[in-house]
């Protein structure tokens, strides 16, 4: 939601990343290629030129808005990528989601920007030098270039944008100056408005402030106007605020192919630190991850891992998968990772009163157990009684799937004894010299209690009996009075 | 080597058990029995491996740990069933006061995911329940689950079949069960850290059902078809 940014005590960081183009294709390549001189070349109207290089090609002197002729001149081996647009947007995209951290007000600026709002984050940070230094720390961990600018609204921040990371703030009187000195060659203006500066013998943006409005808006149109309007904080800069999008998706591409399950495991991280700052930026846990391994021909290889919902670092997650992945099968090679999750909840149950001295860790425990044996054994392997209001013994226990089952109020209407063991499928007795014959003979000590249900459909009427054998092991039998045979239902223990 | 140095380069080794040292195991658990309390000097060990060897499947070797379970699960701890013989019946467990939603039941596929999931289990401080597995497990693979009990101090039972009483095992107490009567249960100490073996209890789990009824004498199935309230039940 877009709000007004014209208070005069906002201070607006601009970060520019100079090199994003380069930066998002670098990670693909391999590592021998990437120490060679690399140039990112852009189309515009039937010309392709440099959009920005590697320290290593700059050596050769090559630079921005070089033509590819004349670069691969200077430079025979200079290796040229075409401009990824789409990819360099998911990567700005991920970087508003690491700022997040440090300002909740960010816009994306399509032209490798971002605009940070930062006056809110005084007292969090205990000081702008600390968060500016923070997040210089952060970025370069992340392996990106940037620049900033500081200012009282967003324009004024672009406009004296640096070519270095500034990490003290200047004072507000300095701001004000640094941008009426700034030369108007660095304004957002046409090339004939640029020339009508000359010839007005407007020099810096002091000069052009100076005149009067009315003076001015004769000479040059409404566009460039409000952009001064705006960079005066007369008129507000209004932009759509950056929201964390609602599911996760993200991927890492690997051309030359991954063939073993271990070297797996390093892009999966990255995915995973990826997924474990966006849940940071969210606040909430997710449930469930899915990771997709897609060969270049053929069918991709999926996983899914169920999560309880306690973890949200990206060791236990790694781990998690690691125990899962053993069981896939992969193909041969894998070109393609994908992790998406898109099912979250703001806190999972158990962590909910989460005081001091309760026994959270006991149940963050028990989720951890369960997650770990789920990934390992996989989901079939885990099972929980469930008690069912029936009267059929099968039906009133089956197992379920664990999860955060409510707590079932049981009243028990049966009042003679029940077995601890229940067979899946009633087995047959047979009767031998009128007496009953389960892997030996057995003879009733208590009953009948009758049990009656499905009266819906055929009915089912047993009579339940208490049997022991000579070893004194108690059975549960039942006989059916409609064809009166008899089976073993269960096993006391 | 002469006899006496041949027993004094045994005693001096770590792993020589002396049967007089009273060496107890310091924390146990309560079994809800008062007489079995005083077999075991206090109830089973809390961070140890036990081993139950029940002469056969249904004479009561789970009721004696029923106790434990509910006593566990009410702390909202988790407890885990490996491999059970046949399915927990819900509304009996519920009946005791188990917490249902703190059983978990395991079912492993083979040897290396049945010690796995113990050793997890035994790590995370679930109260572990296993059976054995058709191939016993080997005399290492319970040492490791023992170990695994001693570090995280959690209890862990293990119930083999009783012709495993022929093969040396690492557990810290060693159960043989067997019973002659209903509800009668006789234990005898296999092994118990610190105390010789060989001591038994006999133990009552409920009332012994000493009737037997012929089939013959079950009441006819008079009123075929319908819930007949009136039909005369046998007790015991």
Same mark, same amino acid.
């Given at each position: 939601m877009p709000k007004p940014n014209n208070r005069a005590n906002d201070i607006w960081l601009y970060l520019h990343f100079p090199l994003l183009p380069l930066e998002t294709l670098l990670?693909?390549?391999p590592r021998e290629q990437a120490a060679k001189p690399i140039a990112v070349i852009d189309q515009y109207r039937n010309t392709q030129s440099v959009l920005c290089c590697n320290s290593q090609a700059s050596a050769w002197g090559i630079e921005p808005d070089l033509s590819v002729s004349t670069a691969l001149a200077l430079c025979p081996e200079l290796q040229l990528l075409p401009r990824q647009s789409e990819q360099e947007q998911q990567y700005l995209q991920q970087l508003a989601l690491l700022c997040y951290r440090f300002s909740p007000i960010i816009t994306v600026h399509s032209d490798c920007g971002l605009w940070l709002e930062i006056s809110g984050c005084y007292k969090l940070f205990k000081g702008y030098s600390s968060l500016l230094q923070q997040l210089h720390t952060r970025l370069q961990a992340q392996g990106i270039t940037a620049v900033n600018g500081i200012g009282n609204n967003p324009l004024a921040a672009q406009l004296v944008c640096q070519t270095d990371f500034e990490t003290e703030l200047p004072s507000t009187r300095q701001l004000r100056q640094r941008l009426l000195d700034t030369d108007l060659c660095h304004l957002k203006a046409s090339a004939r408005q640029q020339q009508n500066f000359k010839q007005l013998g407007l020099k810096t943006l002091r000069d052009l402030l100076a005149l009067p409005r009315s003076a001015l808006s004769r000479r040059f149109d409404a566009a460039l106007m409000l952009y001064i309007a705006q960079l005066n904080n007369d008129k507000p800069f209004n932009a759509p605020r950056f929201q964390p999008a609602n599911s996760f998706h993200d991927l890492i591409q690997n051309p030359q192919g991954i063939f073993n399950k271990e070297s797996l495991l390093f892009p999966m991280k990255t995915l995973l630190q990826n997924l474990c700052h966006y849940l940071m930026a969210r606040h909430c846990y997710c449930q469930e991850i899915k990771w997709q391994f897609e060969p270049l021909i053929g069918e991709p290889a999926q996983m899914r891992i169920q999560l309880s919902g306690s973890q949200n670092n990206w060791s236990s997650l790694l781990m998690l998968s690691r125990l899962q992945l053993e069981r896939l099968e992969l193909p041969r090679s894998v070109e393609q990772i994908v992790l998406f999750s898109d099912q979250f909840i703001e806190a999972p149950q158990g962590m909910v009163n989460l005081d001091l001295f309760g026994d959270s860790s006991d149940a963050q425990q028990c989720n951890e157990l369960i997650d770990s044996l789920n990934a390992r054994l996989g989901r079939e392997a885990l099972s929980q009684p469930v008690l069912n209001q029936d009267y059929l013994p099968e039906q009133a226990s089956t197992l379920a799937t664990p999860g955060n089952q409510a707590e079932t109020a049981f009243h028990n209407r049966v009042k003679a004894p029940q077995p601890v063991w229940l067979l899946t499928e009633p087995a047959p007795v047979q009767i031998r010299n009128q007496q009953l014959h389960w892997h030996q003979p057995l003879s009733i000590i208590s009953g009948p209690e009758r049990l009656c249900g499905n009266w819906w459909q055929g009915e089912q009427q047993r009579d339940y009996y208490l049997a022991c054998d000579s070893k004194g092991a108690r059975y549960w039998l039942f006989r059916e009075t409609s064809n009166r045979r008899w089976f073993v239902h269960g096993l006391f223990s | 080597m002469t006899k006496p140095e041949i027993i004094s380069s045994l005693l001096t080794r770590q792993d020589t058990w002396r049967g007089r040292s009273r060496r107890l195991p310091r924390q146990t658990l309560s079994t809800g029995h008062q007489s079995l309390d005083l077999l075991l000097q206090g109830g089973w060990p809390a961070a140890a491996l036990t081993e139950l060897l029940p002469q056969?499947?249904?004479?009561?070797e789970l009721s004696l740990l029923l106790p434990v379970i509910r006593e566990h699960g009410s702390h909202s701890h988790l407890c885990l069933w490996l491999d059970p013989p046949y399915q927990p019946y819900a509304p009996a467990l519920s009946a005791t006061g188990?917490?249902?939603?703190?059983l978990l039941v395991v079912r492993s596929k083979n040897a290396r995911e049945w010690l796995w999931a113990a050793e997890q289990s035994i790590r995370s401080g679930a109260l572990l329940l296993a059976w054995a597995r058709p191939q016993a497990p080997s005399y290492a693979d319970l040492r490791k689950l023992q170990l695994a009990a001693a570090d995280s101090s959690s209890a862990a039972f293990l119930f083999s079949p009783v012709? !495993?009483? !022929?093969t040396p095992s690492p557990v810290t107490l060693r159960l043989e069960l067997e019973s002659q009567e209903v509800n009668q249960l006789l234990l005898s100490v296999r092994k118990m850290r610190g105390v010789a073996a060989g001591m038994q209890l006999q133990l009552s789990l409920g009332e012994s059902y000493k009737q037997r009824t012929q089939l013959t004498q079950l009441? !006819?199935?008079?009123?075929?078809?319908y819930i007949d309230i009136s039909t005369p039940r046998l007790n015991n």
């Open positions: 990670p693909q390549l | 056969q499947m249904g004479i009561g188990i917490a249902l939603n703190k012709k !495993a009483l !022929a009441p !006819a199935d008079r009123h075929h078809g």
